[in-house]
């Protein structure tokens, strides 16, 4: 299944099984053979599958390197990102290179986050690794940290050049993360679909791959919609806050 989002910056969503594999392949159709790349990801993300994501880059000419933070919601701060741009400087990487933001959605906010602002913005490929992450935080292009005073208080609006959601990630997501998700995809059935609604509510989802990619697709589409009406988050995507403000506190 594959999507088109058409935002400032158009880019495809491809939601298809072992599409990890297919990350170099479909990064030399967007830069340029022989480049560098820097997969970001945490500890918990990282032994499992960035040695895959990596192979499948230098197979395809690209000069890959791998950044590693502590997992959790803890790393995501400007110290962080100072390290990430510190490891990019030393590889010597230029604006025709790209950052993989390999992870949830700490991962993905940080790698962005990287993106827009090293060398003023360079290109960055979404693979999300938790279901929270594949159905909603990857798409959209929004992109931030923390702050001790709260959460995302410092960000910036960049549009990934790809998204790369393969459901078999799943597999390795302890349930209550995938939980954490399920939460989220009902909320899109409570916003925007009731045909979702009634897909999740009749089927086991976390045992049926097919209806597992089916709902991403559908959560995942709900999401394109409003973000084309309103890519910069000042009218109806507002919506997709919805239950966010409690949850946070």
Same mark, same amino acid.
Request: glycine share 10%; proline share 4%.
């Given at each position: $299944?594959? #999507?088109?989002?058409q %935002?400032?910056?158009p ?7 072992g599409c990890?594999?297919? #990350? ?5 159709t967007l ?5 560098? @790349?820097?997969?970001?990801t945490d500890?918990?993300?990282g032994?499992?599958y960035?040695?895959?994501?990596? +192979?499948s880059?230098?197979?395809a ?6 950044f %590693?933070?502590?997992a ?5 701060r400007?110290?962080t990102?100072?390290?990430?741009y ?6 010597? $990487?230029?604006? %025709?290179d790209f950052?993989? @933001?390999l992870?949830? !959605?700490?991962?993905?906010d940080m @790698?962005?986050?990287a993106?827009?602002?090293f060398?003023? !913005?360079i ?8 279901l ?5 935080s ?5 992109? =931030?940290?923390?702050?001790p005073?709260g959460?995302?208080?410092?960000g910036?609006f960049?549009?990934p050049?790809?998204? #790369?959601i393969?459901?078999d990630?799943?597999?390795t997501?302890p349930?209550?993360?995938? @939980?954490? =998700?399920? !939460? ?12 979702l609604?009634?897909?999740?509510? !009749?089927? +086991?989802?976390?045992n ?12 995942v589409?709900c ?5 084309e009406a309103?890519?910069f988050?000042? =009218? ?13 506190a």
């Amino acid at each position: $299944m594959e #999507l088109n989002i058409q %935002t400032s910056r158009p880019y495809q969503i491809l939601i298809q099984r072992g599409c990890l594999n297919q #990350l170099g392949e479909q990064a030399s159709t967007l830069f340029r053979a022989g480049g560098r @790349a820097i997969i970001i990801t945490d500890s918990n993300v990282g032994p499992l599958y960035a040695r895959r994501a990596a +192979d499948s880059l230098a197979m395809a000419g690209f000069v890959p390197d791998v950044f %590693t933070f502590p997992a959790g919601e803890e790393s995501k701060r400007l110290s962080t990102i100072e390290q990430i741009y510190c490891a990019m400087a030393e590889q010597k $990487m230029t604006r %025709t290179d790209f950052i993989v @933001a390999l992870g949830g !959605g700490v991962t993905g906010d940080m @790698a962005g986050f990287a993106a827009a602002t090293f060398l003023r !913005g360079i290109g960055f490929i979404q693979i999300p690794t938790s279901l929270l992450a594949q159905i909603d935080s990857s798409v959209g292009g929004k992109t =931030g940290v923390d702050l001790p005073q709260g959460k995302n208080l410092v960000g910036a609006f960049h549009q990934p050049r790809l998204v #790369l959601i393969d459901p078999d990630i799943l597999s390795t997501l302890p349930s209550r993360f995938f @939980a954490d =998700g399920m !939460g989220e995809a009902i909320k899109y059935g409570c916003i925007k679909s009731r045909a979702l609604f009634e897909l999740i509510k !009749g089927n +086991d989802v976390a045992n049926n791959l097919q209806v597992l990619e089916q709902m991403i697709y559908e959560c995942v589409n709900c999401k394109r919609i409003v973000v084309e009406a309103d890519e910069f988050d000042t =009218g109806e995507r507002m919506l997709l806050n919805f239950g966010h403000t409690l949850g946070h506190a």
